[in-house]
């Protein structure tokens, strides 16, 4: 082994050591963890996937709500209708 693949066998094993594949290879290895982790991180995603649709869903309430009492011509009026359609039906 030559000087040149010595230095690039240290540089590889240093990427490697940066990376924590050591780590990563031993939490994979812990079907325990691997389960707990997953399951942690599906339930903060479905949480934040819930607030945001929430509040995006509450931005667009407020816009309509603004739009139907400015009564714009044409979208005002198209809103009205739709919303006393549903009243209807209920």
Do not use: K
Request: proline share 1%.
């Amino acid at each position: 082994m030559t000087g040149r693949d010595r230095e690039r066998i240290d540089a590889l094993l240093q990427i490697l050591e940066r990376l924590r594949v050591e780590e990563y290879a031993r939490h994979l290895c812990d079907w325990r963890r691997v389960i707990w982790t997953s399951l942690l991180s599906g339930v903060f995603r479905g949480l934040g996937f819930t607030l945001g649709v929430a509040l995006l869903g509450a931005l667009a309430a407020l816009l309509v709500r603004n739009v139907v009492v400015e009564n714009i011509p044409l979208i005002g009026g198209f809103l009205a209708e739709v919303i006393h359609a549903i009243q209807a039906r209920m």
